[in-house]
C-alpha cells in the first residue's frame, strides 16, 4: 500500500511501504545479476548537467551502479559552461552545423573548462554521493590519440577520434574508482582538439568492450512524431535506422546520437540506450527495470 501524505506546501508526497521496496529490490536482481562485473559508458550532459537536483540523482545511480558491482565510466560534455566562460572573456562563439568553431584560445578554454571545473565537479558530486571517482582527460596516458575533423581550415581544433588506448580506464577501474573522462583528445605532435562527448562515448564503450553505452540527452528518446511523447520508439533496430531518416523521424540532433549508437552496436557493444536525463533516476529506470525508458538501439 502507497501512504499520501501532505506536505507543509499542500502537495502529496508518496511513500513506498516496507513490502513494495522489497518487490522493487527483486524486480532489479535479474539485471544486477546480468550486469555485475560489466562495464556501462555513460555521457552525461544536457539539461542534467545544470539542475542541482538531478545532479545529485545521477551522482547516486553512478554510486549505486559501482556498489553492485557494475563498472560505470562516465564521459561528459559541458557545452553551456563553456559559454559562460567565453562571454565572461569577451571571446565570440561561433558554431557551423551545430558544432563550436575552436581557434587556439578557444581550445584552450574548452580545455581548461572540461578538464578543470567540469570534470572536477562531477567527479567531486561522485564522492559527495559515497563512491570515488578519479577525473581525467583524453589527454591522460594518450587516452584518445585524435585529428582534426574535417574541413579544419573553418573548424579550427574540433576534433575526431584517432585511437582510443584504454589502459588508464582499467588501471582505474581495478583500483576501485569511477573515471570521469573529459572529451578532450591530442595528436602525436601534443595539440589538443574538442570532440564531440557523444562521439567519445561510443568510441570508449568499444575500446572497453561495454556492455551498455547510456547517452543522456534532453529528449524521451526516438519520437515518431516530435509533439507526441507517447510515440516513442523504445526498441530501434538498426536495419531501420535508413527507413527513419529517409522518413525525417531521424534528423536535427538526434542523427549523430543515433549514429554514435549504431557505431557503437557495431563494434561489439551489447546495448545503446538514448535516455532522457531530466527523469529522475532514469539510469537506474534503463538499467534496473522491466520498462525501462528511453530507446534502445540493437542490433536485433
Known amino acids: 500500500m502507497i501512504d499520501k501524505n501532505r506536505t507543509a506546501k499542500g502537495g502529496i508526497e508518496l511513500t513506498l511501504s516496507a513490502l513494495e521496496k522489497a518487490e522493487i529490490l527483486v524486480e532489479a536482481l535479474p539485471y544486477i545479476k546480468e550486469f555485475h562485473g560489466k562495464k556501462v559508458v555513460i555521457k552525461y550532459g544536457g539539461a542534467a548537467m545544470g539542475d542541482c537536483m538531478l545532479k545529485e540523482k545521477i551522482m547516486q545511480d553512478i554510486v549505486l551502479m559501482k556498489y553492485v558491482g ?5 564521459v561528459h560534455g559541458g557545452g553551456p559552461e563553456i559559454n559562460t566562460m567565453l562571454k565572461r572573456l569577451n571571446i565570440k562563439s561561433e558554431f557551423i552545423d551545430g558544432l563550436r568553431v575552436t581557434d587556439r584560445e ?3 578554454i574548452v580545455e581548461m573548462v572540461l578538464g578543470g571545473k567540469v570534470n572536477k565537479e562531477i567527479v567531486a558530486g561522485i564522492n559527495a554521493s559515497g563512491g570515488k571517482a578519479i577525473g581525467i582527460s583524453g589527454k591522460d596516458a594518450r587516452l584518445i590519440m585524435a585529428g582534426p575533423a574535417e574541413d579544419s581550415q573553418r573548424m579550427g581544433f574540433v576534433g575526431k577520434v584517432g585511437q582510443i588506448n584504454p589502459e588508464i580506464i582499467a588501471t582505474v577501474i581495478e583500483n576501485g574508482y569511477i573515471p570521469v573522462i573529459a572529451p578532450i583528445g591530442m595528436d602525436e605532435e601534443g595539440n589538443s582538439y574538442n570532440i564531440n562527448a557523444d562521439l567519445v562515448a561510443a568510441a570508449i564503450a568499444v575500446a572497453v568492450k561495454a556492455d551498455k553505452l547510456v547517452l543522456l540527452t534532453d529528449v524521451p528518446g526516438l519520437l515518431k512524431d516530435p509533439r507526441d511523447p507517447e510515440s516513442l520508439i523504445s526498441v530501434l533496430k538498426i536495419s531501420e535506422v535508413g527507413k527513419y531518416i529517409e ?5 536535427g540532433g538526434m542523427m549523430p546520437k ?3 549508437c549504431v557505431e557503437a552496436v557495431r563494434g561489439g557493444v551489447g546495448r545503446t540506450h538514448i535516455v532522457d536525463g531530466r527523469v529522475s533516476h532514469s539510469i537506474l529506470l534503463e538499467v534496473f527495470t522491466r520498462q525501462g525508458v528511453g530507446t534502445m538501439v540493437a542490433d536485433q
Open 106 to 108: 578557444t581550445m584552450e
Open 70 to 74: 557494475m563498472h560505470p565510466i562516465v
Open 247 to 251: 522518413q525525417g523521424i531521424i534528423s
Open 258 to 260: 543515433i549514429q554514435c
